[in-house]
């Protein structure tokens, strides 16, 4: 398995405003993911974070709304920005160590007021 | 539009018996398959993996997997109260890109 830290755990934002979100890996794994949960659904993929290279984003999420970093092989980022009420989620950093499969960080309950 | 379902429930079970979740997928290039279960508030756990036809077994829990089929299925036996959550069917895309199609979960209730 991987231990996997993100952070904040939490946070109440104010709209308009931008929160980034950090997950760091205790040893190197082979993809990074950010996924999203809105209350009481499912996982949705937003992106996959590329190392040193720009990440590739599903159907439905711009780099514009959803920056995401990946500086090494250990750490991503993801801002979540210019943010509505819309955006209230659970955010979840996932990794994938090993053949294929993937571990969920502790996740980021957003809310947005 | 590649889809993985699952009987949302909840499906509740006494404790002691066999509680059964069930998934199908869409994708017939789908080659691995993943149980994860996620209590609430937090982050989903991985419980099971399975790649092969068969059945694949971990203590209580017991993976199902029937290509043919695209049907995947958990057992729980001897189910405990604390086995009550949601539980996650995953499926791998078939693209080489390590991405995951998630189902909706299924909510199981173990009855103490």
């Known amino acids: 398995s991987a231990v996997i830290s ?8 104010q709209r308009g405003t931008s929160l980034t979100i950090q997950c760091q890996v205790d040893s190197q794994v082979t993809m990074m993911f950010w996924y999203r949960q809105q209350p ?12 040193g290279s720009e990440a590739t984003y599903e159907s439905g999420f711009v780099i514009d709304k959803f920056p995401i970093s990946r500086p090494n092989l250990t750490f991503s980022t993801l801002t979540v920005s210019n943010m509505s009420p819309e955006d209230s989620s659970i955010y979840l950093c996932s990794v994938v160590k090993g053949y294929t499969e993937a571990f969920f960080g502790q996740g980021t309950r957003l809310t947005v007021v | 539009q590649k889809e993985v379902e699952q009987n949302s429930g909840p499906l509740s079970v006494p404790e002691g018996a066999i509680a059964s979740l069930n998934c199908t997928y869409s994708d017939r290039g789908s080659q691995s398959f993943f149980w994860y279960r996620q209590y609430s508030g937090k982050s989903p756990e991985l419980i099971m993996f399975i790649y092969s036809n068969g059945d694949k077994e971990d203590g209580r829990f017991t993976a199902q997997l029937n290509k043919a089929s695209q049907y995947v299925s958990l057992l729980i036996r001897d189910s405990q109260p604390s086995d009550s959550a949601t539980y996650l069917c995953a499926v791998n895309e078939d693209s080489g890109t390590y991405k995951y199609i998630f189902g909706t979960g299924t909510r199981l209730k173990v009855l103490a």
Request: aromatic content about 0%; charged content about 15%; proline content about 5%.
């Open chain 1, 40 to 51: 009481g659904q499912s996982l949705t993929l937003i992106a996959t974070a590329n190392q």
């Open chain 1, 6 to 13: 993100q952070k904040p755990s939490r946070d109440i934002c």
